[in-house]
């Protein structure tokens, strides 16, 4: 049984649910593109996760309408990386998914948590190029 | 046309119209209508081969294709010979010296006077891939044959590869949204990338911006504001894939360039004529050029500097010039930029000083969310004059808005905005606060329109908080009243994306037969779907069908248990529950779960359903995990579905010595034959051999009890939140019709519950009560019961064991792993801790720390 230590949460305060910055869109600039699938690989309305360096994870979604968007993985409300197997659509128009454990619902675009507004998702850049989607990582 | 005072005299001098557009149009048809004396000929230069047409009213000409439609009245010039219309010739050079201009076909025509009407053509922006195939402008008739021809052929790929064809109109300005209403029309689904941070930046403000994109985006035209395109490369299968900067991306099948106009003065510059600082033929307020025999009129006209993108002062301008031709001295007078239009059925005007400019000046807005319109007045500092204003969702009131345009407002000037027609006696009822509405409770009308202020807006909530309505429920219906009165809608909606009820819904896909959620919300419903309809959506047609649930795009709505065919747990692993009808095993099948158990390290329990549940396993293991169950004869107990669960049974007659039917059978078989069905919530069974009930029969949607004479069936028994027990339907059926009342029962309940609604709560909520329900089941009172029959028995031939199918299916299979670009990859967050009593899930801490991207 695969048994890990794990490295991306540091000092983890003690209040019990998270309290991240607001979610905003990831700003252009030079990044690190990571491979992530051939478009082809994509079922539209659904999620992929995807690893990334330093063991983070990503929820890559193609929409049913062309648009991909990639946020982080892990639901900060259940502490489980599970957000690339939630249910893809929209909230008046914003396209969100909802975590398959407890369905907060978080905007796509933003990665923030709609009804809690302080919670967020990381976002990441999104790139197709010769049928190949990447996602950026900030240098 | 003009009666020539000289029919037999020539004409002594030639104009020359390098443009044959809306505008180009307008001049001829005004200088040959005044000039009674026949002293001009007309030579009109037409780049495009067609004569000119009402480019305003372009975005009509899909759907009916009939270039003709758009022809504006009297564009050939027919019987007038003093015009001489060249269609498909292009002006390449005018020399000012010899007052010639030289065609493409290498005609060089001298001219006294030169009409320069070239107009503008569309910006695109300098983004990488531009030029692609599949990139378009959306200015004329060629380009919307070709844009039809690529919509046509992309939604034919698509369709081959079952996924919707999409377009993106670069430009949310109005010619923008024309283009992406025309993408609609073809079938497209129209993408609106804005770099402004709203629509139409220029027409509307911030307010009415977020109205309009309100308003736009539920029309199914998917509106990205603040965001720019930075770059279009062609993939493989022929789409582009086009970055956003906001750092999205989006696959799409065409691109069409809607970011603005430039004016075509490449004649007019080579000409050496002044051109403004943004471009354009310079004129002064007669529309002349710095050359005195040159014109220039329409969009390419920048007068006194200023371009104008509008066909109304381009008509001012062609009739200014034909004055002066015919020795007239008019001027330009400025335009009133005005406008207002339906775009995609949606309102939108704009007026005098929309944007607030004048120094001083005071806005006053009135925005109703619920309605979508946005109004807003512009006056003047001392709250008198009115300057201008925006209205967005509802243009009725602009006619008369812009008559006050510059003139004093009568009264209050807030009134302009505000909605007509409030009628507020209609709000109040004529109760007063102390009337006591619920007797039962003494429940006044105040405190229950305290809690509807409060929040409370439907029946349950009510109850919940003022006990109203809960002992006889005869207020009920004052209560509903009292809600609809203060403006709360008793909805059954399913949720945001669609009005209708489960039940509506299931109506809709067996009448329609559409069998895709994107078919039936583009038809029935709005937006793109939820994780509440998608997968309510997904059930019904489960039920109406013997498809895999992750056949095409059904795969797409199903909710992670169903998606992954597994329980999903706390941490993101999953649980596995093979199927043991009745709770019958076998020894070898259980040495296998043992070993499956114990080589995939899974936690194992029983359940409360008579079989085995194995905890902890990763996505990537599920496949192995049911090979192993597969092959020893185990089928997917479909504990991750609203679906049939268990038939628990006690072992009956054949082995206690009290029963008195063979309840592991009758259990067994009707395992096997309602497995794999989806329904509105789980459902249980229970048969129990004697009435000593050891299978807790009556906890169960369906309990099966023996008797010395045959089975009796109760239903709509739950455990749960709020346990019920089932209630008697029938008494001493025989085997056959027992199945046959079954099969009515579990179909009706199908058919008519709403989403997650149990049996208990449905036979609650099911006009009649149970009365009715023995009706239905047990004399056929709707004449439904033959096809209820049909249905089960469609469902009971076309059963497939869900997790057999994906094994046999390597493209189902290829989903079943951790990280797409690391299918080998256990995935790292998932942990347990064993030193405890039992296994058990560590999750990671929280809060994650959102990097800066």
Excluded at chain 2, 490 to 514: D, M, N, P
Excluded at chain 2, 546 to 564: I, K, P, R, T, Y
């Amino acid at each position: 049984m695969t048994t890990l230590t794990l490295s991306p949460v540091e000092e983890a305060p003690t209040t019990s649910r998270a309290v991240v910055r607001p979610g905003m869109l990831p700003t252009p600039g030079t990044r690190q593109w990571i491979v992530a699938c051939p478009v082809s690989r994509l079922v539209p309305g659904r999620g992929v996760a995807v690893l990334l360096p330093g063991s983070a994870q990503a929820a890559l979604f193609l929409l049913p309408n062309g648009m991909i968007y990639a946020v982080g993985n892990l639901d900060p409300y259940a502490g489980a990386a599970v957000i690339s197997r939630g249910l893809t659509g929209d909230r008046a128009g914003d396209p969100t998914v909802a975590s398959p454990l407890l369905k907060q619902v978080f905007s796509l675009r933003t990665g923030v948590a709609l009804d809690d507004p302080e919670v967020a998702l990381p976002t990441y850049a999104v790139r197709v190029q010769h049928g190949t989607v990447r996602l950026g990582l900030p240098r | 046309m003009s009666t020539p005072e000289n029919p037999t005299g020539t004409p002594t001098r030639t104009v020359v119209v390098i443009g044959h557009g809306m505008v180009g149009h307008r001049f001829v048809e005004a200088l040959r209508s005044r000039d009674t004396g026949s002293t001009w000929k007309v030579t009109v230069l037409s780049a495009e081969a067609d004569a000119a047409y009402d480019r305003v009213g372009l975005s009509s000409y899909v759907g009916t294709w009939d270039r003709n439609a758009l022809a504006l009245s009297g564009n050939s010039y027919a019987g007038d010979d003093l015009v001489d219309l060249r269609l498909g010739v292009r002006a390449e050079h005018v020399d000012r010296d010899t007052r010639t201009v030289t065609t493409d076909d290498g005609d060089v025509i001298a001219y006294d006077d030169l009409v320069i009407a070239t107009g503008s053509h569309p910006f695109v922006p300098p983004v990488p891939g531009h030029d692609s195939a599949g990139c378009f402008v959306y200015r004329t008739l060629d380009d919307l044959d070709a844009i039809r021809l690529a919509a046509e052929s992309a939604i034919e790929r698509a369709a081959a590869e079952g996924r919707e064809a999409n377009g993106l109109v670069v430009g949310g300005g109005l010619l923008g949204l024309e283009a992406a209403n025309a993408l609609r029309l073809l079938g497209l689904t129209p993408h609106v990338v804005e770099f402004a941070p709203r629509l139409m930046p220029l027409q509307v403000d911030v307010g009415g911006g977020a109205v309009l994109e309100r308003l736009i985006g539920g029309l199914g035209v998917n509106v990205h504001t603040g965001a720019g395109t930075s770059s279009i490369a062609t993939q493989d299968d022929g789409r582009l894939a086009v970055e956003l900067s906001d750092g999205t991306a989006l696959l799409t099948d065409l691109v069409v360039f809607s970011a603005g106009v430039r004016p075509s003065d490449a004649v007019a510059r080579a000409a050496g004529l002044d051109v403004g600082e943004r471009g354009g033929v310079l004129t002064d307020i007669a529309c002349r050029t710095s050359d005195e025999n040159v014109w220039a009129v329409g969009e390419v006209a920048a007068v006194e500097g200023r371009c104008y993108g509008l066909v109304a002062p381009g008509y001012t301008m062609a009739e200014v010039v034909a004055d002066r031709l015919l020795g007239g001295d008019a001027t330009f007078p400025g335009a009133d930029l005005s406008t207002k239009l339906k775009l995609l059925g949606v309102d939108v005007a704009s007026f005098g000083d929309a944007m607030a400019t004048t120094p001083g000046a005071l806005e006053i807005v009135h925005t109703d969310a619920t309605k979508g319109t946005y109004a807003k007045v512009v006056v003047s500092d001392d709250a008198r004059t009115l300057l201008g204003g925006i209205l967005v969702g509802d243009a009725s009131a602009y006619t008369t808005l812009k008559a006050y345009v510059g003139r004093e407002v009568p009264g209050d000037p807030g009134t302009l905005v505000s909605p007509a027609g409030i009628d507020d006696s209609a709000l109040g009822s004529a109760l007063p606060d102390d009337a006591v509405i619920c007797s039962c409770n003494n429940v006044t009308k105040g405190s229950i329109c305290g809690a509807i202020a409060e929040g409370a807006c439907d029946l349950a909530a009510i109850k919940g908080c003022t006990t109203a309505g809960t002992t006889c429920g005869g207020c009920l219906p004052t209560v509903k009243k009292l809600l609809v009165d203060s403006g709360v809608e008793l909805s059954k909606a399913l949720c945001e994306h669609f009005e209708q009820s489960r039940a509506e819904l299931f109506e809709i896909v067996v009448s329609t037969g559409i069998r895709t959620f994107s078919g039936l919300v583009a038809r029935y419903g709005t937006g793109t779907g939820c994780e509440i309809c998608k997968p309510t959506v997904a059930s019904i047609l489960a039920s109406t069908s013997s498809d895999h649930v992750l056949d095409g795009e059904q795969a797409a709505l199903q909710d992670s248990n169903d998606h992954f065919l597994a329980n999903i747990q706390k941490n993101g692993t999953y649980s596995v529950v093979p199927r043991m009808p009745g709770g019958e095993v076998t020894a070898e099948q259980l040495i296998v779960i043992g070993q499956v158990a114990r080589d995939f390290g899974l936690y194992v329990k029983v359940t409360g359903g008579q079989r085995i549940d194995l905890f902890g396993a990763r996505v990537e293991q599920l496949p192995a995990i049911w090979q192993r169950l597969v092959d020893v004869g185990m089928e997917s107990g479909q504990a991750y579905g609203k679906s049939l669960r268990t038939v628990k049974s006690c072992v009956g007659s054949s082995w206690c010595r009290y029963g008195v039917q063979d309840s592991v059978a009758m259990a067994v078989d009707l395992e096997h034959r309602y497995r794999g069905l989806r329904s509105p919530h789980k459902i249980k069974f229970g048969v129990s051999g004697c009435a000593r009930e050891c299978a807790e029969a009556r906890g169960k949607d369906v309990g099966v009890i023996a008797t010395d004479k045959g089975w009796n069936l109760y239903v709509c028994g739950n455990g749960g939140q709020t346990p019920a027990h089932a209630r008697l339907l029938v008494s001493d059926l025989d085997d056959e019709t027992l199945v046959r009342y079954i099969d009515r029962f579990l179909m009706f309940y199908v058919r008519t519950a709403d989403r997650l609604q149990r049996t208990a709560p449905w036979l609650d909520a099911l006009e009649g009560g149970l009365e009715h329900l023995r009706a239905v089941v047990c004399e056929d009172s709707l004449g439904i019961a033959a096809d209820l029959e049909a249905a089960m028995d469609r469902h009971v031939a076309g059963y497939q064991d869900e997790w057999k199918a994906v094994l046999d299916d390597p493209e189902k299979l290829s989903r079943f792993v951790s990280f797409v670009n690391a299918p080998e990859e256990a995935d790292p967050t998932v942990a347990f801790d064993e030193s405890g009593p039992r296994k058990v899930p560590v999750l990671l801490g929280l809060p994650t720390i959102r990097e800066n991207v």
